[in-house]
């Protein structure tokens, strides 16, 4: 009944619908709504929702919101891992299926919202005639961002047909993060915001937990909580950012397994332990893949001294917090199995305890 009287009333109050999927959707959808909510009245004359189009049960559910709907837009992230050190990449197709049959159920009037810098998210629009904006970093892009630089936060502008607007993402850092908040542009454009209002929106916006967040730590230190998942290409990002933020005494990692990787574990694990050397003064590994990290780091010249190997989260969480300093600044980072958002909670900062 629930369901019915739900199909009724969206189908009498005809709303605005923004969907947004892919591998960055979670990302997105909050800088969506942190955007829009100074200006609109979301889930009222918009109706804000995230999908995962890989069950058939939930691409008709939303081929009938969208058709419905007085303005449909399709916000599609990214299908392929972020490189750091490229614009271009490529998702899986296979991914892609979902999406696009719902594109295709978008009526006229309908808009996409795109990551060029994704191919596979990119080739939608040439399935369609519906009018599409798209972002990224790629030279081609509608909403492009330029000028990157990082310090208690991320400054970047947005490019848009020879507008330029700086934007500033607040304790916010990685390439993910500012696709989220191009996105989030994108479709403030569409319902008629203009760049400046959409930049002023933007500072406002709070990243999701484990996700790029700078937040404070025990005995005055700071957290890079990096700890919601890990890919090889997210976790070599964020220590090229853990190297480049000034300011702090010392810079320490720690990083949990990556889990997935396959044949290429072991490489892999030593590659980001080279990259800790080149920017870390401690790290503290966790995992048995991890240990290879540790390997890594010390092949490239970390003092032995300066590396704390451990199996479980409970062996070395308070070694990790006897060794902080204040003035330090910590990266944790690992995949979502092994649990390192555990680590932040061992290490940051409990305020407004009464």
């Known amino acids: 009944m629930n369901n019915f009287l739900n199909k009724f009333l969206f189908f009498w109050k005809r709303p605005k619908i923004i969907v947004v999927t892919g591998q960055g959707r979670t990302s997105t959808i909050e800088a969506i709504s942190q955007t829009l909510k100074q200006y609109f ?151 008629d915001l203009n760049l400046v209002e959409i930049s002023q929106a933007l500072k406002n916006y709070q990243s999701l937990p484990g996700k790029m967040k700078l937040i404070e730590g025990i005995k005055n230190s700071w957290i890079l909580d990096d700890s919601e998942s890990a890919t090889v290409f997210s976790m070599v990002e964020a220590l090229g950012i853990l190297k480049e933020l000034r300011g702090f005494k010392r810079k320490i990692a720690v990083l949990g397994d990556i889990i997935g990787i396959g044949k290429y574990t072991i490489e892999a694990h030593e590659a980001i332990g080279e990259k800790v050397a080149e920017g870390a003064d401690l790290l503290f590994t966790f995992g048995s893949r991890a240990k290879f990290i540790a390997q890594g780091a010390y092949s490239k010249g970390m003092a032995f001294e300066k590396i704390f190997q451990f199996d479980t989260i409970d062996e070395g969480k308070l070694k990790l917090q006897d060794e902080i300093k204040e003035g330090d600044l910590i990266l944790v980072d690992g995949s979502k199995e092994m649990e390192m958002g555990k680590i932040v909670e061992e290490i940051k900062a409990q305020l407004n305890i009464h």
């Open 41 to 191: 009245k979301v889930d009222g004359e918009i109706f804000l929702s995230q999908a995962d189009l890989t069950e058939p049960s939930e691409i008709k559910k939303f081929e009938f919101l969208v058709e419905k709907s007085k303005l449909p837009i399709l916000v599609v992230t990214h299908f392929g891992e972020i490189p750091f050190d490229k614009d271009f990449f490529a998702g899986d197709r296979k991914k892609a299926l979902g999406i696009r049959k719902l594109a295709k159920a978008l009526p006229p009037y309908g808009y996409l919202i795109l990551n060029f810098d994704d191919e596979t998210v990119r080739e939608i629009k040439d399935i369609t005639n519906l009018n599409e904006l798209t972002f990224g970093f790629g030279e081609g892009a509608n909403l492009r961002a330029t000028d990157v630089k990082l310090n208690n936060g991320t400054n970047f502008k947005i490019n848009y047909k020879g507008n330029i607007v700086p934007v500033w993402l607040e304790k916010i850092f990685g390439k993910e993060q500012i696709y989220s908040a191009l996105a989030a542009a994108a479709v403030g454009m569409v319902l």
